[in-house]
């Protein structure tokens, strides 16, 4: 499956990114039943917390694949956007093959980090840190022009339950990992903002949970539906 038929689709519309923070379980998701819903990894699972249906799905880790692989190629029938390394894997080459979009983000470099902004959507762009920057940048090739962040907290490091479902526990950062990482986020965030905002595009983060209230613009599920 290639991107053409996605170029320009959803021109001047809004849609909703879709986090996997725990922050999720605490938003009215049956609002969303006439959105166009993006989900990440595991977010599948937020059909079982109230979410009516999701339109697109996205995954750059590899680790999270091995993890799901089965589930979604059983079970997920949207349209599915991949990052460069997850054709390669072995459990993607077991049959059934699935159809997908392909990210081209193989380049470990961050170049958002350098506000260095893709062009094209075939340009592709390096790695980002984290999957809602690419869903993002999936979004704005395919022209939506409001982009709102549910369950986003980045705050991923800083507790051993670090989503919505249960999960595996990870151990923690430390206060320095977190430190250089939101440092990160705030530049890559901020790049990312200033460029979309160049083309009229807006990102704002809705999620409950989320206190870097000077990285990204802020607002409410409950007073963004029904508001154009």
């Known amino acids: ?104 983000n193989l380049c470990k470099s961050n170049n958002l980090l350098k506000d260095k902004f893709p062009q094209t959507y075939y340009s592709g762009w390096s790695e980002t840190r984290t999957v809602i920057v690419d869903t993002s940048l999936i979004a704005y090739f395919m022209g939506f022009s409001r982009i709102y962040f549910l369950g986003v907290n980045l705050e991923s490091y800083q507790t051993k339950s670090n989503h919505f479902y249960k999960d595996s526990e990870r151990e923690k950062g430390t206060v320095q990992d977190m430190d250089k990482r939101n440092k990160d986020f705030y530049k890559i965030f901020n790049n990312l903002n200033c460029n979309f905002k160049k083309n009229n595009v807006h990102i704002v983060n809705l999620s409950k949970g989320f206190r870097y209230k000077d990285m990204i613009k802020t607002d409410s599920l409950d007073n963004i539906i029904g508001n154009v």
């Open 1 to 104: 499956m290639y991107f053409d038929q996605f170029k320009n689709k959803h021109q001047g519309e809004r849609c909703f990114i879709l986090g996997n923070s725990p922050s999720l379980q605490e938003e009215s998701l049956s609002l969303l039943k006439d959105e166009t819903v993006f989900i990440v990894n595991k977010g599948y699972r937020a059909i079982d917390i109230g979410l009516p249906k999701y339109d697109y799905y996205v995954c750059t880790d590899p680790r999270v694949y091995k993890e799901c692989y089965q589930h979604l190629k059983n079970f997920v029938y949207t349209p599915k956007f991949y990052g460069s390394y997850i054709p390669d894997l072995l459990e993607y080459k077991t049959k059934p093959q699935e159809d997908f979009i392909l990210i081209k």
